[in-house]
């Protein structure tokens, strides 16, 4: 018999709408409890409830209670795969933490929904049942977390919400889908070039994230040279661009030895230094810019957060990075 642990976080997957103010909120019980009988008779299926949290009051320190769970579920060695139901508005972000620091011995698989159950339309059963399916398949191993969404499987490296309230939100720009559930069927036809991990027990640090916009100057960087802050993310311009009146904020921060990481605010696309103009990618780079290609400004944030935890230099976090 085959044994899935299934761990319940909270969100809209597990709320219900309040028939008369059309309010969602959630309910006593999650309405998923009384769905087992979907799945075949010769599987198991473990409900833990680790948290009821709506998704904007999740922290690291939930993403690492998470993680802890994961990690001895994976030493108990009697389950075939994980799926974590959570809700959409940081369920990537969740995801990518998982994925940088859980070493598990079986297929990690992240879902939610973006209707209430008791919604018509409502998306979260069938998101559970594609996503139990995917941790079944042996397929899934070795391709890194997944997050399962509107039966299209994403990693959880480059998968992002796109849409406030469509079903067929979650989307990986640039490279697409890593496969498909189609009925009962799962299909991949990518995989991860490579993986990567980097375990830790505890969290200590401080990175903050900005977003670059036309005419930014020196304020918010020089409140951040004034705080106890660890570590900077930035959404730049284009493939990684500031406008110059950043810049005597960005070296206060950069001579006070806080990493400084560029990845792009552009929908698509990589941060890169390709510009030598004043503030331009190769300007930022020559001051002692770290990028990230690749990476969305939330997922850098968490990387950075991981990696000054290793006690690295900042030489050793660019090469994290350009991983």
């Known amino acids: 018999m085959k044994r899935i642990l299934l761990i319940h976080t909270g969100g ?29 008779e010769n599987l198991e299926i473990i409900e ?23 990690m001895t579920a994976g030493e108990e060695g009697i389950y075939d ?7 959409t508005d940081t369920l990537e972000e969740t995801a990518y933490f998982l994925d940088l620091t859980t070493e598990a011995p079986f297929p990690i698989v992240l879902t939610g929904a973006m209707r209430t159950v ?24 070795d391709k890194g977390v997944l997050v399962v969404m509107n039966e299209e499987i994403h990693t959880a490296r480059y998968v992002t919400k796109t849409h406030t309230t469509n079903v067929a939100t979650f989307r990986t720009p640039t490279f697409g889908p890593i ?23 505890k969290l200590t640090k401080k990175v ?19 705080s106890s802050v660890d570590g900077v993310v930035i959404e730049a311009l284009g493939a990684g661009n500031l406008p ?3 810049l005597p904020g960005l070296k206060r921060l950069l001579e006070a030895d806080i990493p400084i990481v560029i990845v792009s605010r552009a929908f698509n696309g990589i941060a890169q ?42 030489k050793e976090i660019q090469d994290k990075f350009l991983k």
Request: glycine letters at 8%; proline letters at 5%; a negative charge.
């Open 12 to 40: 809209t997957i597990s709320m219900s709408t309040d028939q008369r103010t059309g309010a969602v909120k959630p309910t006593d019980e999650h309405p998923l409890h009384q769905y087992g009988h979907l799945f075949e």
């Open 244 to 246: 110059p009146q950043t």
């Open 118 to 141: 008791d919604e018509i339309g409502s998306d979260g059963v069938r998101n559970l049942q594609n996503a139990i399916w995917t941790a079944l398949s042996e397929d899934a191993f």
């Open 273 to 314: 230094d390709i510009y030598a103009y004043t503030g331009g990618g190769k300007h930022l780079k020559e001051l002692g810019v770290l990028f990230a290609p690749g990476l969305s400004g939330p997922k850098a944030r968490l990387k950075l957060l991981i990696l000054l935890e290793h006690n690295l230099t900042h």
């Open 208 to 226: 903050t994230l900005l977003k670059a916009y036309a005419g930014m100057d020196s304020t918010l960087f020089d409140a951040l040279a004034d």
């Open 179 to 201: 496969g498909i559930v189609s009925k009962h069927e799962v299909r991949f036809f990518q995989k991860l070039v490579f993986t990567e991990t980097y375990p830790v027990d």
């Open 48 to 70: 833990e409830d680790i948290f009821q949290l709506p998704s904007p009051h999740v922290t690291p320190a939930e993403m690492l209670l998470i993680q802890k769970r994961l």
């Open 81 to 87: 795969g994980a799926v974590l139901t959570h809700g």
